[in-house]
């Protein structure tokens, strides 16, 4: 049999490994040059399968509006004509409430620990290198209302099978003696120690170069105009790499397209509410291994995230609405530089900062789509949002069972596609 995997990032390359592991004939379609050039070339590094609270959540509107009109916000909302995100946003808002909160903060742990088990599990299946740090997840606070919260947080989420511990300031700076070197006034933190990091671009390449060694064909700069359907069947991919159109036929098709897959799912009759929620990061080389962190740090006021990456650090984070424009705009990359100045002053080489900006594909309610399309051999593996790096092992496998036919490991009840409808 074989499977068309439309889409060739951290989440595609990954569902790709896992069908071919099954026996599958696999083909990989990709509009850019090679793997993971687009949300998984530069994010924040971090395998955060305890960090399950969705951007929906309790008082988040409120913030919004106080954040309006400010180019420093770090949720930036441009108001503009744009139907899509009018739509979106209303769904957002109905999952802002207490109950929708919760129940989307346990699907998201469902699968994002089932991920990370994946993840452990590939490694001691291959031989693979992406800067894998197993040192946990530091989430850092700097005023006591919003340490309260989550310590209230941490209470809830540990009895939901979380992994989170609450520090003080000390502890914090005893687990990472970076910190200490803040010029940021803390006052304690929530760890997360079977959290991970690693490079998420490395990965992706590391993870073609198995496939290939395994028949998997990857073809690049080749764009998907559509797909041909034959009643409740997907029967090719028409797609077009140049020298004009052609069909690529296959048993399954798995959309894996992030932000760009709802304009592929429409012409199948599926109306996917993924909005492309442009983020920020920057990469930078150590010079001083001692002032730079270890642990891979959350700055939740700042929606930020810090990761150490071989020789480099890695910040990411805001979210900013402005549609597929993914152009880097000065002030808000100079606000990522001055966070991480602030809290690991002396660390980097600022003069060597390299700016990066990618599209996440945002749902409403923060949980991605996998299931089957309206297609009974159209499967969708999109929609992760932030957390693509964190969910796509585990995303992965579910497709392959999906694919053999088979109840996949974990269940993936109100993951799909139907829950919009």
Request: glycine share 10%; hydrophobic share 40%.
């Amino acid at each position: 049999m074989k499977a068309v995997v439309l889409g060739a990032g951290v989440i595609g390359v990954t569902s790709a490994y896992y069908l071919a592991r099954e026996g599958f004939e696999v083909e990989v379609i990709d509009r850019r040059e090679g793997p993971g050039l687009e949300t998984s070339f530069a994010n924040g590094g971090q395998i955060s399968a305890n960090h399950c609270e969705p951007w929906a959540a309790p008082g988040v509107l409120w913030q919004g509006i106080k954040w309006l009109g400010r180019v420093d916000a770090p949720l930036l909302y441009h108001l503009r004509l744009d139907p899509v995100l009018w739509a979106w946003t209303i769904r957002f808002i109905a999952n802002s409430n207490e109950r929708r909160f919760w129940e989307n903060v346990a699907r998201i742990l469902r699968l994002a620990l089932f991920s990370r088990n994946a993840f452990r599990e590939l490694r001691s299946e291959i031989d693979i290198d992406y800067d894998l740090l197993q040192l946990g997840i530091l989430n850092i606070y700097r005023n006591d209302k919003d340490f309260d919260q989550a310590i209230a947080h941490a209470r809830i989420v540990s009895e939901m099978g979380c992994e989170r511990q609450v520090l003080n300031l000390k502890k914090c700076i005893e687990l990472e003696p970076a910190l200490q070197n803040s010029t940021d006034n803390l006052v304690g933190g929530t760890w997360c120690p079977n959290d991970e990091s690693g490079d998420a671009y490395k990965f992706t390449c590391e993870i073609e170069k198995k496939c290939i060694k395994m028949g998997v064909t990857f073809r690049y700069g080749v764009n998907v105009n559509g797909l041909n359907t034959d009643m409740w069947k997907v029967k090719s991919a028409i797609v077009d790499g140049g020298q004009g159109t052609e069909e690529i036929k296959g048993d399954v098709f798995v959309v894996a397209l992030g932000s760009h897959s709802p304009a592929l799912a429409s012409d199948m009759g599926i109306k996917l509410p993924i909005y492309p929620v442009k983020g920020y990061s920057l990469t930078m080389p150590i010079t001083n291994t001692l002032a730079a962190p270890n642990v891979s740090l959350t700055d939740d006021d700042n929606k930020m995230v810090f990761s150490r990456l071989g020789g480099n650090l890695r910040v990411a984070g805001t979210a900013e609405f402005n549609g597929y424009n993914n152009e880097i705009e000065k002030s808000r990359a100079q606000m990522t530089l001055d966070v991480a100045t602030r809290i690991f002053p002396g660390a980097c080489d600022e003069t060597k900062a390299e700016f990066w900006t990618g599209l996440r594909p945002a749902t409403p309610d923060g949980i991605p789509i996998i299931g089957r399309g309206r297609q009974e051999n159209l499967l969708l593996n999109t929609g992760h949002g932030a957390l693509g790096w964190t969910m796509a092992a585990g995303s992965g496998r579910i497709i392959a069972s999906l694919a053999l036919g088979l109840h996949p490991e974990i269940s993936i009840s109100n993951l799909g596609w139907e829950r919009f409808s």
